[in-house]
């Protein structure tokens, strides 16, 4: 089940915003999608991200697959009753993950065999199996397996990527039966303008309900990125939601809505938490640093979260270096906050017809 309408286009630029209703609710868009790996957003409870204003989340097929396995997942009655959370979930194929972390793998156009990161024990995925897999986790929002080519690569094993993506994007479609669950198709294509288009068109045929723009911020220059969503702005279908996979970099939500994107994903948040950063409106800081051993500030005084609202950064600092697990959690807290509300406050600029002013007066504080 999914319904997409778009209440009102940017004149100024080619933001859109809309509503996605899926099985589990509606949402506004453009949003920010926080990354629930393996079935938890790090040290978050779903009581967290309802108070934060997540109206959905990303899990790992991959990761799940591993470890506990869709069966066991499926007798708990799916992911959402597994995990307790009651709103909406996207789950992505895994193929990211099996080419990224598996120390093994060998890829044909069958599927791909490759090593568990975990045990070493080896596997084999087809489309078909992805397919069973996402099924039985039973997420809103499934994706299509498909081979994401590293940055940098030759045009040749672009394409090649772009050929096998098609061929089990067809195959993931005549697989997926779930009528409640919304199968979306991948876009690759590297940083190649013509394999975006000829991946765009064929995939286009195929008439998935949304199309996600995959094999982006692997490493290329944040300028490719954006000139490969200009260009394939006008190709997408307009009637139909479009996700940037892996992206949530606040420069990059601003500049992506700007180029008509209106889903986005990101670890970023709880992995810079763990770390000992936190966003906030003039750019990342790193509470760790011992200037803030005696700063008795918030992490942002523009922010209103509940950590702003009752920590200090001198407090946070403490934690960090105490190597206390609250400090992951509270920072992960105003890290999704953020990106969250910073996609609330976007919806906002666009609705007002002034999202260009918004981006300016952003842009004149944030560091990167």
């Known amino acids: 089940m999914l319904k997409f309408e778009i209440d009102i286009t940017s004149p100024h630029n080619k933001a859109r915003l809309g509503r996605l209703t899926l099985s589990h609710g509606e949402v506004e868009t453009p949003i920010f999608m926080p990354v629930g790996t393996q079935a938890t957003v790090k040290t978050l409870t779903p009581e967290d991200l309802y ?22 997942v499926a007798k708990a009655g799916g992911l959402h009753k597994f995990m307790n959370w009651k709103r909406n979930i996207l789950t992505d194929s895994g193929g990211f993950q099996v080419f990224s972390l598996s120390k093994l793998r060998k890829i044909s156009d069958e599927g791909v065999e490759f090593q568990s990161h975990i045990d070493g024990s080896r596997h084999f995925l087809t489309p078909e199996k ?16 498909d081979e994401c080519a590293p940055y940098p690569c030759s045009f040749e094993d672009a394409e090649r990527a772009v050929d096998r993506t098609t061929l089990w994007a067809k195959r993931c479609r005549d697989a997926h039966r779930r009528s409640d669950q919304a199968l979306f198709g991948i876009v690759q294509g590297n940083v190649f303008p013509d394999l975006r288009a000829r991946s765009t ?9 949304g ?44 500049e992506g809505v700007k180029r008509g994107v209106d889903m986005f994903d990101c670890v970023l948040p709880t992995r810079l938490a763990r770390h000992g950063t936190a966003y906030t409106y003039r750019g990342k800081l ?8 005696e700063d008795f500030t ?15 950064r001198a407090y946070l600092r403490h934690l960090i270096k105490a ?4 400090a992951h959690r509270l920072l992960s807290y ?7 509300q910073l996609m609330v406050k976007i919806r906002n600029a666009i609705r007002e017809g002034n999202l260009e002013r918004f981006s300016e007066d952003f842009f004149s504080e944030y560091r990167f």
């Open 286 to 293: 790193t509470v760790r640093n011992a200037a803030y051993r």
């Open 334 to 340: 105003h890290n999704v906050y953020f990106l969250v």
């Open 211 to 254: 199309y996600a723009i995959g094999g982006l911020s692997v490493g290329e220059p944040k300028q490719n990125m954006y000139e490969i969503l200009d260009y394939l702005h006008p190709l997408l279908p307009a009637d139909k939601p479009r996700y940037l996979m892996g992206v949530g970099e606040p420069e990059d939500l601003i």
């Open 130 to 145: 992805v397919m069973d897999i996402e099924q039985k986790l039973g997420a809103d929002i499934a994706m299509c397996f």
């Open 51 to 72: 108070e934060i204003g997540a109206g959905i989340i990303l899990s790992n097929t991959y990761h799940l697959y591993l470890r506990p396995g869709e069966e066991l």
């Open 298 to 312: 918030p992490i942002d005084s523009h922010c209103d979260c509940y950590v702003c609202r009752n920590y200090s």
């Open 201 to 209: 068109e064929e995939l286009i045929k195929l008439d998935f309900p």
């Open 323 to 326: 190597e206390e697990i609250l």
